[in-house]
Structure formats: C-alpha cells, structure tokens
C-alpha cells in the first residue's frame, strides 16, 4: 500500500494571520495542494490561535470532502475565548483523523511523544469520545517508546504517528542508515500491536525517500519543509516532488 502525504498548512495560517486578512489564502493553497496530487490535508489548531483556527479547521471539513483531513491537537489542552478546545473542534470538523499530540503552550512545534504509563487514563474517555465522533484516532509516540504501543490499541487508538524528528537529525549527521533501522523495528512494533503507522516532523525532501522505505509507512504528514521549498519551487511543483519522493520509497526495499 503506497504512502499517503498529508500537507500540514500551519504555515500558511501563520502568513496570513501575521498580517491579517484572508492571503495567503488557506483554501487556494489547499486546492493547489490536491490539484497537484497530495491526498490529506492537515492542520493543528493550538489555544493561541497563532495560525490554523478553529474556523479553519471547518472550513476545510466543509470544502475539501475528496480528501483526508487530519486535525492534530492537545487533547488536554483547555478551552478559551475563541478556542473551543480539541475535542470539540473535532465534534464540529469531523475530520477523518484526529491526531492527539502532547504539545505544550510555550512549544514552537512538538518534539516527543505520549508516555502512555502516564497518560493513558486521561486520554482513555477522549479517544472513545473521539471514535464516537467517527474520527480514526492516532497518538504521536516516540519511535523507542514501543512498551506504549499496546496500551495505545487498547485505548481505542488505530494508528500512532512516529515522532520523526531524531531521524532527521541523525540523517543530517550521516546517520540515517542506523536511524532508519530503529524507526523499522518500531513499525514491526506497532504493527506487531495491530496499529497502522504514519509519521511526521522533520521529513524533507532529502530524508523522505529514505524514510519512505519503512514497510508499513501508512501516511507522512509534512508542513514546515515543504512550505518552505514551495517558497523557492512554488506550491504545486513542489507537492509533486514529496510526492515522486515518496513513492521512490516506497518503491526501494528497507534492507533489513
């Protein structure tokens, strides 16, 4: 089954919010994202409203239909004036998948994962209430963290994203050979814990074909990288290099 690629538009909330207004407009970004081949989309509304919002989220639910909207998010994070909190963005969106992730308010970006041992009685009611809603629930995990994939399936997860950041950084160093072995010992993990796999942080243009070999890899969601090489190669030229990036992946064995 060929990796899916989800673009991350956080970016281009952040632009348009840093001036205000409606540009760069988050719906044509979309559309030129699905036109050129991407098949979800993703956003993390946070309580600060810094870039993707609350009526973001639901104005792609309610316009993008032919593809995967992934809305990530701190299930424990509180509502506010003009954050309704995660769990009822989702009620609202129904995005086909909720990603749950342990950011705090101060973080620029998520750099690890649940510790589930922790963790996992506050999330219980809300992954349910989750899959009630009808959302595919995954849980951000660190690669290592493979104790914690059970206890993820048996919240009522179905899919847990790898924290792909310490690969990055290690590819970076000329060490992605042994990165990605670890990464692919924690995809037999989970699927081992019958939990499908997606991933996300860090992954570029350099390192995604790599990564991409790992068996299993369900979805990549990527933001950061690629609105920045859209910068320089434009929007739709450059979905459609993740994209030849990925399936070069997919298409070269894992070595293991």
């Known amino acids: 089954m060929p990796t899916l690629l989800s673009v991350n538009l956080n970016k281009i909330c952040l632009l348009r919010n840093s001036r205000g207004g409606d540009e760069p407009s988050l719906e044509r970004a979309a559309r030129i994202c699905v036109a050129a081949g991407a098949q979800g989309l993703t956003l993390h509304p946070r309580p ?10 639901q104005r792609l639910a309610e316009r993008f239909g032919e593809v995967e909207l992934n809305l990530e998010g701190n299930p424990f994070a509180p509502a506010e004036c003009g954050y309704p909190g995660f769990i009822e963005i989702c009620r609202r ?10 950011d705090s308010r101060q973080q620029l970006t998520s750099d690890g994962g649940f510790q589930l041992k922790r963790d996992a009685d506050s999330l219980r009611p809300l992954v349910a209430e989750l899959n009630e809603i009808g959302c595919r629930v995954s849980l951000f995990l660190d690669a290592e963290a493979h104790a914690d994939f059970p206890i993820a399936r048996e ?10 950041g310490p ?31 997606n991933a996300g942080h860090d992954l570029n243009l350099d390192n ?10 369900l979805e990549v969601s990527i933001g950061h990288a690629l609105i920045g090489d859209a910068l320089y190669l434009g929007l739709e030229e450059t979905v459609k290099r993740y994209l030849a990036e990925i399936k070069r992946g997919n298409e070269c064995s894992a070595l293991f």
Do not use: N
């Open 48 to 57: 600060d409203r810094r870039h993707a919002t609350p009526d973001d989220c």
């Open 93 to 102: 969106a129904r995005p086909a998948q909720a990603t749950l992730v342990p």
């Open 155 to 164: 919240l009522g997860a179905a899919r847990i994203e790898l924290y792909t």
């Open 167 to 197: 690969f990055a950084e290690e590819f970076d160093l000329g060490e992605g050979k042994a990165a990605l072995a670890r990464y692919q010992v924690a995809a037999k993990a989970a699927a081992a814990a019958q939990l499908g796999i």
């Open 208 to 217: 995604l074909a790599q990564f991409a070999r790992i068996e299993g890899l």
